[in-house]
């Protein structure tokens, strides 16, 4: 787009709580980032959240004096339509199919978690064929934009993306730039005198060396054994002879593999309670929405840093900036693997530091693989690829061999009698699961 017209933005889920933290992003960095039309995009059953985020945005914006254009709409197809930049943030059944998520698994003595385990693939189920009806919208009417993806599982999406479409992509997570922020904070360095090394997959990654203005760091940061806990993770302490050992610092999903008792206790403790994750951030959201509502409020306010999410559109205007100017920064993103981890595949999605061209993310090559964590990485990895293909395909028999073959789950049985039922509870947004007589005929 040429330079005097400024940006298109288009945001999918644009009703989201965390929409007024972007808006906030694209007014502070407006010089670099010269955002003229932001189209904020939600469905039908979301419109009362969007309008209320959409009118906090143009209240934001109208404070701000910069000639940026909120516009708010159900009509994808428009908002996409010659965008430079597409983030999807979206939510497929809403926060009630993430309950069942959570709740459903726990009664088969199974860790019920939104991104983790048999949560996790029926989220990519119903979530994978909506990103890529985006995709077909965006090769469509925005060629060349770049589909920037929040929406979790990030990696499988980001993965099913690179598969099964032609849109340039990268999938995004908050978890990285939250431990820079906090290792800056600790060091009380600025976050580019920060050099962390991360290693895995979304939601499964080791961070292997932490640099401070070039001294390594990693040992005082394993000897911090209680520091790293995330808002929606349970603050469980690792065991300290066990990270030394390890030689890294795993990220806090990987409590629900290397302390899958402790955590499943803590599960069904708390939904005894009536307080599984989904119902909390409900009751979050909502205390955040009637503050939106607020005809008086024109910034962001300061409690929607206690969503699980904070800094997510942090990284996404950082990565916006990079790509638009090619600053060739650093940054933790969701990419093709192309032989970074040479025992994967080279399209399976892996999360690793790349430098942002104004091309694209260019993976950087690892300085230090934990050799333990290579058997960990390929399970999870071919459970998420088997996922993919289930979510494209609609094919039950590939979900059994996903769901059976998740190091969480703990027999053939169980995995069977536990997808039977997530199916039913999410038939409303699988039905071809259950189409017997449409089964093996083309995709409309």
């Known amino acids: 787009m040429a330079a005097n017209q400024g940006l298109k933005i288009a ?27 932001l189209w904020l995009v939600d469905i039908e059953p979301g419109l009362r959240k969007l309008n209320i985020v959409g009118s906090l945005a143009k209240r934001m914006v109208e404070k701000s004096g910069l000639p940026i254009e909120v516009h708010l709409t159900t009509d994808r197809r428009k908002a996409i339509e010659g965008a430079d930049f597409v983030s999807t943030q979206i939510r497929v059944g809403m926060l009630d199919a993430r309950g069942r998520d959570e709740s459903i698994p726990l009664k088969y003595g199974v860790i019920g978690q939104e991104t983790t385990g048999p949560g996790g693939m029926l989220k990519a189920l119903r979530t994978i064929p909506v990103i890529l009806d985006i995709c077909r919208d965006i090769e469509e009417l925005a060629p060349n934009a770049w589909l920037l993806n929040f929406t979790n599982p990030a990696g499988m999406v980001t993965e099913a993306v690179l598969r099964y479409s032609n849109v340039k992509s990268i999938g995004l997570c908050n978890a990285p730039i939250g431990l820079i922020k906090q290792v800056s904070a600790k060091y009380n360095a600025a976050p580019d005198r920060i050099y962390a090394e991360f290693v895995g997959l979304n939601h499964l990654h080791w961070i292997t060396r932490i640099d401070v203005e070039g001294e390594d760091k990693l040992d005082e940061m394993l000897a911090d054994t209680a ?25 806090y999903y990987l409590k629900y593999f290397y302390m899958t008792d402790a955590m499943l206790a803590e599960q069904l403790e708390s939904f005894k309670q009536g307080g599984n994750r989904a119902e909390v951030v409900k009751r979050v959201e909502e205390e955040l929405f009637e503050i939106y509502g607020n005809p008086e409020l024109n910034e962001k306010p300061k409690q929607l840093e206690q969503r699980g999410g904070a800094f997510y559109s942090e990284a996404a205007v950082n990565l916006m900036r990079s790509l638009h100017n090619g600053t060739n920064d650093i940054q933790t993103l969701n990419v093709a693997n192309r032989g970074i981890l040479d025992f994967l595949p080279e399209d399976a999605s892996i999360e690793v530091n790349c ?19 290579k058997g960990l990485i390929h399970a999870v990895k071919t459970y998420e690829q088997l996922a993919i293909d289930a979510a494209v395909t609609r094919d039950r028999s590939l979900a059994i061999q996903a769901l059976a073959h998740h190091p969480l789950v703990p027999s053939v049985e169980v995995a069977i009698a536990m997808l039977d039922e997530m199916l039913e509870a999410n038939k409303e947004y699988l039905p071809n699961f259950f189409a017997k007589e449409t089964a093996g005929t083309p995709e409309q």
Not at 228 to 247: G, I, T
Not at 363 to 373: C, D, E, G, N
């Open 11 to 37: 945001v999918i889920g644009g009703g989201s709580s965390y929409t007024p933290e972007l808006v906030e992003g694209f007014i502070l960095h407006h010089k670099e980032l010269p955002v003229r039309e």
């Open 227 to 251: 520091g790293y806990s995330a808002k929606n993770v349970p603050a469980r302490e690792w065991n300290p002879e066990f990270l030394q050992s390890l030689r890294a610092l795993p990220s």
């Open 355 to 373: 430098v942002v061209t104004k091309t694209g993310p260019l993976p950087l090559p690892l300085t230090k693989i934990p050799p333990m964590a």
